[in-house]
């Protein structure tokens, strides 16, 4: 469940083909049709399609299909959070990892049109689920710790998994840390066994639009698909590291999005090496 922005190469027109090379299904429910994603774009339309959710959810439980995992991104308000918690508790059974990305802001700021009441609405969602996926803008809104920019320290980070405790379920994986100059990268807390793991790449200056699409949305199809979770955010840091090179290289205009098509070869070889 995420939004189709038309173009820019975030959301459903990521997560659906990241989602297939994984080898895992994909089926999709979309929360909003946009003409594009709302960062840099100015003058976009958009279609809340709350309206559809439940029906086409409705339609799915009809056929008694089961999910293995359900993964869920941007919603189109926060009233729809109560559709997604319905709709969950229409299609999960006992076995469905539940993963939510909290996908409302970046850089400190909320995305164009949404405040705290978005903040407290995916309080409630994480708290549904197994695997969450905020960014370090997003922690900070969920956990009520400050948003502070780079550099975050150990303790900065150790704060937000703190404050993130009753927000969430078995995994946290914090994305977009920057322990220092030139360094970012994603640090995943198990909950349970209190476990830290982190994958950092070197950081190319500025703003690489739907990368949290991109990691949220691997991460969950490989977790879906039983990797454990080194292997997982491995692989999942690796595809958004080499897509945002690839971009690089080419310099295609940022708001466009990354070249994850150009990465997706090498990741399908990095998922057979996991499952082989
Ligand atoms: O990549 C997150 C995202 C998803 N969907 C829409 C967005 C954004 C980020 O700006 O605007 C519509």
């Known amino acids: 469940m995420h939004d189709i922005s038309g173009f820019g190469k975030c959301s459903l027109t990521v997560a659906l083909p990241v989602v297939s090379a994984t080898g895992v299904e994909?089926?999709?429910?979309?929360?909003?049709?946009l003409s594009t994603h709302t960062g840099e774009f100015t003058g976009w339309t958009r279609c809340d399609l709350s309206g559809q959710m439940l029906p086409i959810a409705r339609h799915w439980a009809g056929y008694g299909i089961e999910f293995d995992g359900i993964y869920s991104g941007y919603l189109a308000s926060p009233e729809q959070e109560l559709l997604l918690e319905e709709?969950?508790?229409?299609?999960?059974?006992?076995?469905?990892?539940?993963?939510?990305?909290?996908?409302?802001?970046?850089?400190?700021?909320?995305?164009?049109g949404f405040d705290e009441s978005m903040a407290a609405a995916f309080r409630r969602l994480c708290a549904r689920a197994d695997v969450i996926t905020p960014n370090v803008t997003e922690a900070a809104l969920l956990s009520g710790v400050e948003y502070r920019p780079a550099p975050h320290s150990k303790e900065y980070i150790g704060r937000l998994f703190a404050g993130l405790e009753a927000h969430a379920g078995r995994y946290v994986a914090i994305t977009g840390v920057h322990p220092a100059e030139g360094v970012i990268g994603t640090v995943v807390r198990d909950r349970l066994t209190g476990e830290e793991r982190s994958s950092m790449s070197r950081a190319l200056p500025g703003m690489f639009y739907g990368t949290g699409d991109i990691f949220a949305s691997a991460f969950a199809a490989l977790l879906v698909r039983g990797a454990d979770i080194g292997d997982a955010l491995g692989a999942a840091a690796a595809l958004v590291r080499e897509s945002i090179e690839r971009s690089c290289l080419r310099d295609t205009p940022r708001p466009y999005g990354v070249d994850f098509e150009g990465a997706l070869p090498e990741y399908v070889k990095r998922v057979e090496k996991i499952f082989s």
């Open 26 to 33: 994909c089926a999709c429910i979309p929360t909003a049709l």
């Open 87 to 112: 709709i969950i508790g229409l299609l999960a059974g006992p076995d469905t990892l539940v993963i939510c990305d909290p996908a409302m802001a970046d850089n400190g700021e909320f995305y164009a």
